[in-house]
T-cell receptor, first 115, second 115 residues
Framework: GNSVTQMEGPVTLSEEAFLTINCTYT??????LFWYVQYPGEGLQLLLK?????DKGSNKGFEATYRKETTSFHLEKGSVQVSDSAVYFC??????????????FGKGTLLTVNP | DTEVTQTPKHLVMGMTNKKSLKCEQH?????MYWYKQKAKKPPELMFV???????INESVPSRFSPECPNSSLLNLHLHALQPEDSALYLC??????????????FGSGTQLSVL
């Protein structure tokens, strides 16, 4: 079946530090990959996505590249801000076959950025 | 208006109570979703409505009863819940039907506590 594995948190960084949150996946075929962010007390927001191998998703200074050879979609940001403190979820969705409507989420990684 | 609005934000109910969660969007989206999120866990899909018809039920117990009165509204009726049903209930919507690489817009959720 489909699964997503994210690095365990929590992750605590100082402002302007470099961020990497690792995400690897298991899926049949060629899924679409997503990063969602959940700020405290809010619902999830789509941060970025990639729909095929070697695609790079980017938004708000965050980037992630769909690596088929390593089945990874690591999230990176060159310089984090306090306002980036949130829980980050990696997710995938199959693009064909049964259950292709369903997002499979990782367990989430809590990021705290200190001033 | 790019919001999905959920009410109430917080709800405490006893195991014999009947209550309803409400979700509203005015983006003209034709698919709406209910997710359940336990503390420190990823969201889990419960139901999907597409064009006001229930299209997906992820084997959710019958004490949860969804309803889609019109294309802008989605309700979740609750009856005889258990304490383990305490969670954050998230509503989401998408312009396109599920499984078509749609982008989900999430509400902030209803934090439900069952005593």
């Amino acid at each position: 079946g489909n699964s997503v594995t994210q690095m365990e948190g929590p992750v605590t960084l100082s402002e302007e530090a470099f961020l990497t949150i690792n995400c690897t996946y298991t899926a049949t075929g060629y899924p679409s990959l997503f990063w969602y962010v959940q700020y405290p007390g809010e619902g999830l927001q789509l941060l970025l996505k990639a729909t095929k191998a070697d695609d790079k998703g980017s938004n708000k200074g965050f980037e992630a590249t769909y690596r088929k050879e390593t089945t990874s979609f690591h999230l990176e940001k060159g310089s984090v801000q306090v306002s980036d403190s949130a829980v980050y979820f990696c997710a995938l969705r199959r693009n064909s076959g049964g259950s292709n409507y369903k997002l499979t989420f990782g367990k989430g990684t809590l990021l705290t950025v200190n001033p | 208006d790019t919001e999905v609005t959920q009410t109430p934000k917080h709800l405490v109910m006893g195991m014999t109570n009947k209550k309803s969660l409400k979700c509203e969007q005015h983006m003209g989206h034709r698919a709406m979703y209910w997710y359940k999120q336990k503390a420190k866990k990823p969201p889990e899909l419960m139901f999907v409505y597409s064009y006001e018809k229930l299209s997906i039920n992820e084997s959710v117990p019958s004490r949860f009863s969804p309803e889609c009165p019109n294309s802008s509204l989605l309700n979740l009726h609750l009856h005889a819940l258990q304490p383990e049903d305490s969670a954050l209930y998230l509503c989401a919507s998408s312009q396109d039907p599920p499984g078509t690489n749609e982008k989900l817009f999430f509400g902030s959720g209803t934090q439900l506590s069952v005593l």
